[in-house]
């Protein structure tokens, strides 16, 4: 981790021609608080789409880019934009996907990065470049969101001069996708196992409290604990509701015995 | 420090060594015998939990593994529901000084050969589902190794027993129930028949049902039995 962001940093000092210890300085806090804000997916009302606005915004500053977004995988492995600096950009972002070309496209599908100048582009992306050219974007770089094998999405930013983006600012938006993704992957891991957990936790609460109701009706009406059990059964299903449900109403006394023994009027 | 990724894939590999594990029983037995292996530990069990209620053993290893478990269902106290119920774990290097005020009747009851006792939370976050108890014939603190191996230890009990749930919303509960047997179940059933022979609401019909067996000193499944086939009332 330090290797990544230690070399860039001061890569971006030198090249980005700043001359200027002030500014590299005020870079490299924007970007040590920037990596705190990409790790941190653990708050309780986590936003993914603040989360990866937050990506490009601080992607764009730190790196001196005049627009980016984020785009990700959908459930059917196409592209969709989730966030960007500006609003001007969805027009160009949608574009993108129709068309099926662009950098995103080919940063996401290679999972390296991508950059390339005005001339350039319109060779390898003939139908996204001169809308690109349109909004007035002159160098465009985009790459992948990934962490190990996976590779989720992409972020892109655009300039609006002729300056290519250097190596070691490549580097750091490779470093700030790569730091973003692996927070994101984690945050679905736990939001996913976080789900499974209460399912289960609710199925056992269920059990318990359909024996408990079990046990209470078959007292209350003499039976044995598996007629109380087919009595329960019925009346659910009797009134379309679930088990559980009128389990916990028998243990909560909040539905009587005798109507649980009657027979439903026919 | 060894990785964490890296320890998960040593305890993997270790526990599936002896070929592929087709049922949650045994693979929750083999973690169990892993720990006792590997963590410098008498014993241990996993357990299955509703909240602070017990369902049931899934799996235990070394000597009184059940016992030590199994009295804290009994008495309805102990470090093992507290983690569940918590959701943090609950590390008792010496069992008798760390335990004797929170869990009196617990800690003078349970066997001798247990003087240090380490639970941790199968869950996420403050959700738990059961509990990883370990414990040891001599006092002392876990070391961080066996510390951390015990934890993920944990987390591949808990991921096992969540992802036998697939299609997900359609627990595979009835699995899991048939590990831990049905003679537990009973309990509940005579919960519920006590707590409407006092009308009471069922925490204090299961908390009467342990005191009538810790006062008679048999097991809380044989009287729940009693209750259940109306051989014994509470209402007299």
Known sequence: MSEVSDRPAGGVAGSAGDGNDGNAGRRESLLARAFVRLADTLADEFDLVEFLHGLSVDSMEIIGAEAASVMLADTRGGLRLVASSEERMRVLELFEIQSAQGPCLEAFGTGQAVQAGAAESRLRWPVFAPRASEAGFRVMCAVPMRARTDTIGALNLFRGNDEPFSDAELEIARAMAQVATIALIQERAIRERSLLVEQLQTALHSRVVIEQAKGMLAEHLSTTVDEAFQLLNKYARDHNRRLTDVARDVVDRKLSHDALARRPAE | ?236
Do not use: N
């Open chain 2, 1 to 236: 420090m060894v990785r964490k990724d890296e320890r998960r894939a040593r305890i993997v590999a270790a526990v599936t060594e002896h070929g592929e594990i087709t049922r949650v029983d045994e693979l929750m037995q083999r973690i169990c015998l892993f720990a006792v292996s590997e963590m410098a530990i008498s014993g241990c069990t996993l357990a299955l939990l509703a909240g602070t209620e017990p369902v049931g053993l899934l799996a235990g290893a070394g000597p009184h593994s059940s016992t030590v478990t199994e009295l804290q269902f009994q008495l309805g106290e102990g470090p093992c529901l507290e983690t569940c119920a918590s959701g943090i774990p609950v590390l008792l290097p010496d069992l008798a000084i760390d335990g004797a005020a929170r869990w009196p009747v617990f800690t003078v009851a349970v066997p001798s050969g247990v003087r240090a006792e380490f639970c941790f939370p199968l869950g996420v976050g403050p959700r738990c589902i059961g509990v990883f108890d370990l414990y040891r014939d001599e006092p002392g603190m876990l070391s961080d190794d066996h510390l951390a191996d015990a934890l993920i230890a944990a987390d591949i009990a808990r991921d096992a027993l969540l992802y036998l749930q697939e299609p997900p919303g359609h627990p595979g509960l009835a699995a899991l129930l048939e590990v831990v047997g049905m003679d537990r179940i009973v309990v509940h059933q005579a919960t519920g028949m006590i707590a409407a022979q006092l009308d009471e609401a069922p925490p204090a019909a299961l908390a009467r049902l342990r005191a009538a067996a810790f006062e008679s000193g048999r097991s809380i499944y044989d009287i729940a039995q009693d209750v259940v086939e109306r051989r014994v009332r509470f209402d007299e």
